[in-house]
């Protein structure tokens, strides 16, 4: 069964320094990952895919991750972190058995915290 | 929130009533999903459709039913069967295609409230 870990419940930063937001998977046969945002009382906007090819994805607002398949890992980076980017955020496998509509499989989530 | 529109935004149900979760979308896609957000869950799939008149179960079905009589809409009813409904709720679409794993879009979300 496929599965999706974010280790951190919590994570703070200082404005303009680097982030990082942790997310392993366990699925079989090919990963398709995604990271999604939530602002408080808002639905989930999307920020980036892997689906196939390079490893290191860019999405929007300065966002990216890259794909590691031995570790199994999919951590979500930005190189410079603003106050704004604070928001929770989910890390989601596609369900390895579906064929037809794109179901996802959703960690707990990772509450950031950007500290101004 | 792109183009699917939740309503109400809140909504308040008293033990024992059945409830009607709202979602439209005008973006086109074939298939439309409903998941339920509790703190500190995630979200977990409640059911979803690929298309017009047919709908599977998702991970937590009980208590809840739907309907896609339309393209565009994909109610969801909490009955007075699921015991604990006091939760976000959000719908999404996607479109679908062959070797496509499009990303889904998200609606503003219901928060359902039993008293």
């Known amino acids: 069964a496929q599965s999706v870990a974010q280790p951190e419940d919590q994570v703070n930063v200082a404005e303009g320094n680097p982030l990082t937001v942790k997310c392993t998977y366990s699925v079989s046969g090919n990963p398709y990952l995604f990271w999604y945002v939530q602002y408080p009382n808002r639905g989930l906007q999307f920020l980036l895919k892997y689906i196939t090819g390079d490893n290191l994805v860019k999405g929007s607002y300065g966002f990216e991750a890259e794909f590691n398949k031995s570790q199994t890992s999919f951590h979500l980076k930005k190189p410079s972190a603003l106050v704004s980017d604070s928001a929770l955020y989910f890390c989601?496998?596609?369900?390895?058995?579906?064929?037809?509509?794109?179901?996802?499989?959703f960690g707990t989530g990772t509450r950031l915290t950007v500290i101004p | 929130d792109g183009g699917i529109t939740q309503s109400p935004k809140y909504l308040f149900r008293k033990e024992g009533q059945n409830v009607t979760l709202s979602c439209e979308q005008n973006l086109n896609h074939d298939a439309m999903y409903w998941y339920r957000q509790d703190p500190g869950q995630g979200l977990r799939l409640i059911y979803y459709s690929q298309i017009v008149n047919d709908f599977q179960k998702g991970d937590i079905a009980e208590g809840y039913s739907v309907s896609r009589e339309k393209k565009e809409s994909f109610p969801l009813t909490v009955t007075s069967a699921q015991k604990n409904p006091t939760a976000f709720y959000l719908c999404?679409?996607?479109?679908?295609?062959?070797?496509?794993?499009?990303?889904?879009?998200f609606g503003p979300g219901t928060r359902l409230t039993v008293l």
């Open positions: 999404a679409s996607s479109s679908m295609g062959q070797g496509v794993y499009n990303e889904q879009f």
């Open positions: 989601a496998v596609r369900a390895p058995y579906q064929t037809g509509a794109n179901n996802l499989f």
